[in-house]
C-alpha cells in the first residue's frame, strides 16, 4: 500500500484529497495546523493518520517525515486567500514559503524518492492582458497580492528543488475550484452562504461586490482527481494549467444560485466590497495538462453550486 502525505489536510482541498485517495487504496498522513480545526475530515478521522504539525517547526517536521517516509507528497497547506492576505502580508509570506522551504529541505536531507505536489495558483498569472487569454503556462507572471507573491516564490522553490536536489516535484496551477467545506471568504461559498441565511429568514438582501469579473470554476472533487493525475502522469519539473478553460461572469454565476434558493432574494451592491486592485478576467488554457493526463472536469457547475448551498443550509441547521 503506497503512502500518502498531505499537508494541509483539515482544509478544504486537503480533506476532499483525503477523501479520493482513500477510495484509492493509500495510507494517508494528514499534518494540520496545531491551531486549526479537523471537523472538514471528521468523518475519516479513523481511516487516516492526522498529526499537528506546523510547517514552520522545522524539527518537528523532519521526525515526523523519517517516521512516515512517504511515496507521494501532495503540498496543499497554505493561507489561501488573496484579499485576507493584504491584512497580513507578512504571515501570508512567511506561513506559505518558509513552510513549504522547511518541507523541501527536510525531503531533500532525507534524499527522498516521493512524488511531490506543489500546489501554485492562477492569481500568479494576476491581472492578465487579455492579449494572454487563455493563460497559458509560458504566459508572464505578475501577482497582485500578497498571497500570488507567496505562490510565485512556492511555484519557483519547486522548480529550485527539482533542479538542484533532484526530488521528484511536479508543480501545477489549479485555477478557482469550489464545492462543499469551502472557506466563506471566497466568492461561491460566500454567496451560499448568504442564500442559505435568507431562506432561514424567509428572504432578504444578499449584499454583493463586483459581479462584472469573470473566472473559471472546477469542482474540487474533480481537481484532486487531477491532483492525483499529476504525480502519477506528469513529468518532474514541469508545471501545469489545471481547469475548465471556460469563463464564466461573477454575475451569470450569482444567477445560478439565485436560481437554486428556496426564497425570492434580491441583490444589493456594496461598492466598499469592490477592491481597489483586482483581476478583472482570468481562465486558462488546461491543454497541456489535459494532454498528459486525459484529465477532464465531470461534475458539472449547477450541480457544485447546488452542493455548495446544501452544504451552507446543513451548517444552519
Known sequence: MKKALITGIAGFAGSHLAEYLLSKNFEIFGFYHPGHSTQNVAGIKDNIKLIDCD???????????????????FHLAAFSSPAASFQNPRQTLENNIFGQLNLLEALAKSKSKAKILVVGSADEYG??????????EVTPLSPISPYAVSKVAQDMLGLQFFLHHKLQIVRVRPFNHIGPRQSASFVVSAFAAQIAEM???GGQTIIVGDLSKVREFTDARDMVKAYLLALEKCLPGEVYNIGTGIPVKIADLLEMLLSLARVRITVKVDKSRIPPVDIKMIY???????????????IPLLKTLSDTIEYERKKLR
Open 55 to 73: 510547517l514552520l517547526n522545522q524539527s518537528r517536521l523532519r521526525r515526523e517525515l523519517r517516521l512516515i517516509r512517504p511515496d507521494y507528497v
Open 127 to 136: 491581472d492578465i492582458d487579455p492579449k494572454y487569454l487563455p493563460a497559458k
Open 199 to 201: 431562506e432561514s429568514k
Open 284 to 298: 486558462c488554457d488546461p491543454s497541456k495538462f489535459q494532454k498528459a493526463t486525459s484529465w477532464k472536469p465531470r
